[in-house]
């Protein structure tokens, strides 16, 4: 008889016991971020892999020591009000990404946590945090 994932008993180490809990851009969202000073490691390349899947919309660096995400503003005045926007929610959380604006509309936000030198948990709770900010009408 074939057991139903509902009433089947986890156990540690057996299968369904592994991403029991997968991280999504809710709980990212419902999180807040960690003050980091150091001291604390970076997330493995495969725990980063692991939590791209919840902001498909952003790049995870070769190195995978940042994350980023780029995008065309519909001009110098709306992409100035985004880093605007993006700098309330950053000091909400004390955790701060870079932002470039060249080319008078191409806004690239880039996240990384630089008490530690590559990434925390912090920087994907912001860019999920950010992205719904992206989707709206920034004026
Ligand atoms: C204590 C507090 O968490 C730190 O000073 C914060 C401020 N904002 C920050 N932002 C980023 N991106 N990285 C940091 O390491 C960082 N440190």
């Given at each position: 008889?074939?057991?139903s994932?509902?009433?089947r008993t986890d156990s540690p180490g057996s299968d369904s016991?592994?991403?029991?809990?997968?991280e999504n851009a809710d709980t990212l969202r419902a999180a807040k971020c960690?003050?980091?000073?150091?001291?604390v490691p970076t997330l493995s390349r495969d725990e980063a892999t692991e939590l791209m899947k919840a902001i498909p919309?952003?790049?995870?660096?070769?190195?995978a020591k940042r994350i980023s995400r780029t995008l065309k503003c519909r001009n110098f005045v709306d992409a100035v009000a985004r880093i605007n926007q993006i700098s309330v929610?950053?000091?909400?959380?004390?955790?701060h990404p870079d932002l470039h604006l060249t080319g008078y509309r191409m806004l690239?936000?880039?996240l990384t946590t630089h008490a530690i030198g590559g990434l925390s948990r912090n920087d994907f709770v912001v860019a999920a945090k950010i992205d719904p900010l992206l989707s709206q009408p920034s004026v």
């Open positions: 008889m074939t057991m994932k509902s009433n016991q592994e991403n029991a809990n997968p960690v003050p980091c000073e150091g001291g919309d952003w790049e995870l660096a070769a190195d929610l950053a000091e909400e959380e004390q955790h690239k936000i880039e």
